[in-house]
């Protein structure tokens, strides 16, 4: 989640045009994810690491289809947590599938904290846990004051930091041309089909930001043209350049160094074609990219958590606010992310996030299977979305499954978790006009 959402609230009246649509889904996905992911994307798939990215941007192009057509049917600042209780009601299953969004976001505020103090730890002379703890933890908590005093203060730069980060991207692609070796990502390169989509899915949480576009709905102009055009426009950019900056890091650096530079590849990646200082502008490039990102995880997750507790489906107290902020949802996933990106690997946390992605993209698929005679929908791109997803979701549990099966267990306690947040609610709380909170409520 990248920090231009913090230009979709009411706060800002301001209407979106469909370059600012664009912008927004195209600084969601290029935002931590890339920087993050990036080096054991590679580390996996082997020379077939641009593969993986087009495989990947293929299912997110496929879900970009249905939440076009929900976003346009259904347009509201809601976006997920609204077509899924549209389209099934509101009962313990789209609860707990809500809720797992939540969580998902959660997870990728964790993997944004990890990447932003890899990358800073290479501007330190020694790089020790302690000092990853601390750089972890502050990547945090900084971001939790700015949050709590003056939210906006970092939003006012974001565009900036974005077309730096893209303009610095750019650069390391064109130039990088010039390095590849075309031998690195010939076909005796590539690791086992398994590997290959295991990572695309591993992956596949560098591409989520797209459906912060559906929480702009109310703003943007002419959204039933707009909308559907900035889904697909920067569904399609991020591919290409995705699948064009694995295929520089691969084909720039031997195995040897990307083993040992995987959780800062794309600086080192630019090291061939612009030497050191090609590695320190991507450093810094990450950083800004990665702190901004955190930034706005915390304040979008915040209001996620706000709204989800609106529709009965999270505590109430969550969905009060101080100060007219939702400081009660920003303190407690501040405090979950803080937990588990001390303590959680690299791997598990990005294999964590895709699934939960992938189950809420699965889902917002079939609310479009559903709602088709409402959204103008063919049922049968929405059905591939839904199977793009699930065998996706698949590949990467059983990858999982064969290389490290200890993870599941984290997968699982994730999406239990969700789940057993919603049966608590509903019992505790119930919901208007239920008894126990356990049968359908629909929502029209």
Wanted: charged share 10%; with cysteine; glycine share 8%.
């Amino acid at each position: 989640m990248e920090s231009l959402t913090l230009k979709t609230s009411t706060e800002d009246s301001r209407q979106i045009t469909f370059w600012g649509a664009v912008s927004i889904g195209v600084g969601g996905m290029v935002g931590g994810g890339i920087f993050a992911v990036l080096g054991l994307a590679v580390l996996l798939a082997g020379g077939a690491a641009p593969l993986s990215f087009l495989i990947a941007g293929v299912v997110a192009l496929l879900t970009a289809y249905s939440y076009a057509k929900l976003s346009v049917t259904y347009p509201s600042q809601g976006g997920t947590v609204i077509f899924i209780d549209r389209a099934f009601g509101i009962d313990l299953f789209t609860g707990g599938l809500n809720n797992l969004l939540w969580l998902s976001y959660i997870v990728t505020l964790s993997l944004y904290a990890v990447a932003f103090a890899n990358y800073a730890a290479t501007l330190f002379p020694a790089d020790t846990p302690v000092l990853r703890h601390l750089l972890i933890s502050g990547g945090i908590l900084v971001p939790t004051l700015l949050n709590m005093t003056s939210p906006r203060l970092i939003s006012r730069t974001e565009t900036y930091v974005v077309a730096i980060k893209i303009a610095i991207l750019v650069l390391v692609v064109v130039c990088g041309f010039f390095t590849i070796d075309p031998a690195r990502i010939a076909p005796a390169t590539w690791s086992t089909p398994l590997s290959i989509v295991g990572a695309a899915m591993i992956m596949f949480v560098a591409y989520e930001g797209f459906e912060l576009i559906a929480n702009t709905a109310t703003n943007v102009t002419n959204y039933k043209v707009t909308l559907p055009r900035a889904y697909y426009t920067s569904v399609i950019f991020v591919i290409v350049l995705y699948t064009l900056i694995a295929m520089v890091t691969v084909g720039a650096l031997s195995p040897a160094k990307l083993a040992g530079a995987a959780d800062f590849a794309l600086a080192e990646a630019a090291k061939p074609s612009l030497g050191p200082v090609g590695f320190g502008l991507v450093a810094v490039s990450a950083i800004l990219a990665t702190f901004s990102a955190i930034n706005a995880t915390l304040y979008g997750s915040a209001r996620l958590a706000y709204t989800i507790a609106e529709e009965n489906e999270l505590p109430p107290f969550l969905g009060k606010k101080l100060w007219n902020q939702p400081v009660a949802g920003l303190l407690l996933t501040a405090l979950l992310a803080l937990f588990l990106s001390n303590l959680a690997d690299l791997t598990s946390i990005s294999t964590m996030g895709s699934a939960g992605f992938l189950v809420i993209f699965a889902a917002v698929n079939a609310a479009n299977v559903v709602k088709a005679p409402e959204t103008g929908s063919r049922r049968s791109i929405a059905l591939l979305g839904v199977t793009a997803c699930l065998f996706a979701l698949v590949a990467l549990v059983w990858r999982t499954f064969r290389d490290d099966p200890e993870q599941l267990w984290v997968l699982g306690i994730m999406i239990a978790l969700a789940f057993v947040i919603e049966v608590a609610v509903a019992v505790i709380y119930g919901r208007p006009g239920q008894e126990a909170g356990f049968s359908r409520q629909r929502i029209d």
